[in-house]
């Protein structure tokens, strides 16, 4: 079939060509945002999943809910080594220009940009050009102590306040949540707090791999109230099989059910799969409708070119013993597995894979679903370790 009319599109962030299964996940955002916008409280969002699993397309597509009703939004990617700060001041500054802009006589505004200012004067890196354009004096006393968990609710509160003053809303977007430290996050989750006992039009939105596990005490228990974790996850069957005949037929090509089934079993209902195995099935394919044998010879292309892109480029940064870590995870089966498993396969002692497992939870390989647990952030990554060690030696 011709490669150009091709629907499917596999690629991190990439937009499938219809968002299946997400409806739930939409109308809760609709609504969120649909009463932050009137000043009513409601839970903030953050989604959560595997790596693939097409958080990053739906956020953008809340996103783009709330651009259409009004919001002024940032959207903001963390990073493995940014600090949050420099990071929120950079993408703040810009929307408080725009909130600038809108007519009106409250000096709010003005005043979120010297809060932030001084939020920005007291970081401990300097932060470039961030500061131009703010030729404006730094509020004393509001954002400047130092203190992330203190500055951060005080700039919130804030911007929150400007919105407010322009009678408009803000939406901060914030992907890949997991990488910030667990300081960070409670700073986070902190200004939410106050934003919403103030009833403030600001709401943050965010995606990445399950973060409750990671926090401890007090913001547990706040991150517990003050926001729901809509739980994104593979689709159904009969999902999987409407994001893969919908787009085709829409072009005119029609997939047997035999085809649907197959890359089901193959894929589990995975987005990310999903698009790889519609995307090379359809370029194989010579004549509609598409058939099991089509698919069949398709996955004998689909897997390398997954195990290059997708699988690969993530075990390309591991060191020799990260790797035997997960090689040993991937030895125990799919699923979650205790830290203590891993070290009999191993045969070394638990205590002594401390800081190989710190290393591959700041890599972003495997996260703690439940206390003492641990499990791959990359569906179907035990079946590629199996295939990239093929003989496992334990070390003693
Ligand atoms: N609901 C969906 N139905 C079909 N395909 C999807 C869906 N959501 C995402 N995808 C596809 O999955 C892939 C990964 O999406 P992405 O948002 O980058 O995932 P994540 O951010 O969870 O890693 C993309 O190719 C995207 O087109
Ligand atoms: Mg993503």
Redesign the pocket.
């Known amino acids: 079939m011709d490669p150009i009319k091709n629907p499917f599109?596999?690629?991190?962030?990439?937009?499938?060509?219809?968002?299946?299964?997400?409806d739930p996940v939409l109308e809760q955002a609709r609504i969120l945002l649909g009463r932050v916008k009137q000043k009513r409280s409601e839970k903030s969002m953050l989604l959560t999943?595997?790596?693939?699993?097409?958080?990053?397309?739906?956020?953008n597509g809340i996103e783009r809910m709330a651009i259409k009703s009004g919001y002024h939004t940032i959207s903001i990617e963390a990073h493995e080594d940014k600090a949050l700060g420099p990071l929120i001041a950079q993408h703040l500054r810009t929307l408080l220009f725009d909130l600038n802009r809108i007519a009106g006589i409250g000096d709010k505004v003005k005043r979120g940009l010297a809060v932030l200012r001084g939020f920005i004067g007291a970081l401990k890196v300097t932060v470039n050009d961030v500061t131009s354009g703010l030729d404006i004096e730094p509020e004393k006393g509001a954002a400047d102590s130092g203190d992330l968990e203190i500055d951060l609710p005080n700039l919130f509160v804030a911007i929150g306040e400007a919105a407010e003053d322009r009678k408009s809303a803000v939406g901060i977007f914030i992907?890949e949540i997991q990488y910030f430290s667990q300081k960070e996050l409670g700073a986070l989750i902190m200004a939410m707090h106050k934003v919403q006992q103030r009833q403030l039009p600001l709401v943050l939105l965010g995606?990445g791999l399950p973060i409750l596990p990671c926090l401890a005490g007090e913001s547990k228990s706040y991150a517990e109230r003050l926001f729901s974790f809509p739980d994104?996850g593979a689709?159904s069957e009969n999902?999987a099989a409407k994001?893969l005949r919908e787009p085709a037929q829409a072009a005119g090509v029609a997939i047997k059910r035999p085809a649907l089934q197959e890359i089901f079993r193959l894929t589990k209902g995975y987005?990310?799969f999903?698009?790889?195995w519609g995307y090379q099935t359809w370029n194989l394919a010579t004549a509609s409708p598409i058939t099991l044998e089509t698919v069949q010879n398709a996955t004998a292309a689909v897997i390398p070119r997954l195990d290059r892109n997708f699988f690969r480029v993530r075990y390309d940064r591991l060191t020799l013993g990260e790797k035997n870590f997960l090689r040993a995870m991937a030895d125990l089966g799919p699923g979650a597995h205790r830290t203590g498993n891993i070290a009999e396969r191993l045969g070394v002692k638990v205590t002594s894979l401390g800081p190989v497992r710190a290393k591959l939870i700041r890599k972003g390989m495997i996260y703690s679903p439940a206390h003492g647990d641990m499990a791959f952030t990359v569906p179907l990554f035990d079946e590629f370790m199996m295939r990239a060690i093929p003989a496992f030696k334990r070390y003693n």
């Open positions: 599109s596999p690629g991190a962030g990439f937009p499938p060509p219809e968002l299946v299964g997400r999943g595997l790596r693939g699993v097409g958080k990053t397309v739906l956020l992907d995606a994104i689709l999902d994001a987005p990310y999903l698009q790889e």
